[in-house]
């Protein structure tokens, strides 16, 4: 079974960066598109981004887009999103997951969370005004 955890949340200063992690077991980690999502207190679960098996990103429309990064390193079986410029909003608990083999990398693909059949426990990142 695929297992995926994620690290590098924490508090910060507005204006500030961190480094998110997500480190991946039981699966060939290279064949595999991984997202990111996030759940801001009081609303549904969003995606952030997604990056393919060749590290191209796709971004949500939301404000993330430009302050964030995506990359991810294969042979470390783990991707990273770098977050830099944060604001209040962005406080949240980030998650990451696996895409589903066999599909056809897209917007309309990466950005809906039934592409995705594994999932980590998520990291709380909390940014402070």
């Known amino acids: 079974q695929v297992q995926l955890v994620e690290s590098g949340g924490g508090l910060v200063q507005a204006g500030g960066s961190l480094r998110l992690s997500c480190a991946a077991t039981?699966?060939?980690?290279?064949?595999?598109?991984m997202g990111w999502f996030r759940r801001i207190p009081g609303k549904e679960r969003e995606f952030v981004a997604a990056?393919?098996?060749?590290?191209?990103?796709?971004w949500s429309t939301s404000s993330v887009k430009g302050r964030f990064t995506l990359s991810r390193d294969n042979a470390k079986n783990t991707v990273y999103l770098q977050m830099n410029s944060l604001k209040p909003e962005d406080t949240a608990v980030y998650y990451c997951?696996?895409?589903?083999?066999?599909?056809?990398?897209?917007?309309?693909?990466?950005?809906?969370?039934?592409?995705?059949?594994?999932w980590g426990q998520g990291t709380q990142v909390t940014v402070s005004s």
């Open positions: 990056i393919d098996t060749n590290g191209v990103s796709t």
């Open positions: 997951a696996s895409a589903r083999p066999g599909y056809h990398f897209s917007y309309f693909f990466v950005s809906q969370i039934s592409s995705y059949d594994y």
């Open positions: 039981g699966r060939t980690f290279s064949t595999y598109a």
